[in-house]
T-cell receptor
Framework: SQTIHQWPATLVQPVGSPLSLECTVE??????LYWYRQAAGRGLQLLFY??????ISSEVPQNLSASRPQDRQFILSSKKLLLSDSGFYLC???????????FGSGTRLTVV | AQTVTQSQPEMSVQEAETVTLSCTYD???????LFWYKQPPSRQMILVIR??????QNATENRFSVNFQKAAKSFSLKISDSQLGDAAMYFC??????????FGKGTLLTVNP
């Protein structure tokens, strides 16, 4: 079966520390992968998406970056976190051509 | 750029009653997909229903149905026989040819017993 794993579920990090959030997909190949951020009480903002290994498109060029080292692995990173990076981060995948999106369970990031 | 507008920040409905959530979108494309997602307090995003723009027939999934008006660029969600478990944030979303899924700001639905 097709599943998506996202971790960690909760993270508290100090300002200026690095960040690495990981998302992996099982049971499919060549998915489109997405990172979204949801601020408290607001909608979802697309941060990055990838249609293949090494292919990253950025929607929000801030201090975040994304990488796709393997077909089913998508990583969200930061070298130095800001207070404004706090939020709920969701990974999603789409089997190419199906237009069906599945979301991970999310990571609640608090920068202190 | 495509935009999705949900004009109702909050809605409430009595249990067993029917409620309709509104969504409008702006696009110049003719082929696209529209979605309604539900986000309960757990914050897990759950797909409720999907509509292909090239299909004239409105999508239905059990108690959930949509009213898709392509010319008006309107995509409303109707929930029939509302249940307490339907209480959640509901997001309308658009997916065009550029791989991106664009969301509205959401409507918080409260179900009163």
């Amino acid at each position: 079966s097709q599943t998506i794993h996202q971790w960690p579920a909760t993270l508290v990090q100090p300002v200026g520390s690095p960040l690495s959030l990981e998302c992996t997909v099982e049971g499919t190949s060549n998915p489109n992968l997405y990172w979204y951020r949801q601020a408290a009480g607001r909608g979802l903002q697309l941060l990055f998406y990838s249609v293949g290994i090494g292919q990253i498109s950025s929607e929000v060029p801030q201090n975040l970056s994304a990488s796709r080292p393997q077909d089913r692995q998508f990583i969200l990173s930061s070298k130095k976190l800001l207070l404004s990076d706090s939020g709920f981060y969701l990974c999603a995948w789409e089997v190419t051509g199906t237009y069906g999106y599945t979301f991970g369970s999310g990571t609640r990031l608090t920068v202190v | 750029a495509q935009t999705v507008t949900q004009s109702q920040p909050e809605m409430s409905v009595q249990e067993a009653e029917t409620v309709t959530l509104s969504c409008t979108y702006d696009t110049s494309e003719s082929d696209y997909y529209l979605f309604w997602y539900k986000q309960p307090p757990s914050r897990q995003m759950i797909l409720v229903i999907r509509q292909e723009a090239y299909k004239q027939q409105n999508a239905t999934e059990n108690r959930f149905s949509v009213n898709f008006q392509k010319a008006a660029k309107s995509f409303s969600l109707k929930i029939s026989d509302s249940q307490l478990g339907d209480a959640a944030m509901y997001f309308c979303a658009y997916r065009g040819s550029n791989y991106k899924l664009t969301f509205g700001k959401g409507t918080l639905l409260t179900v009163n017993p």
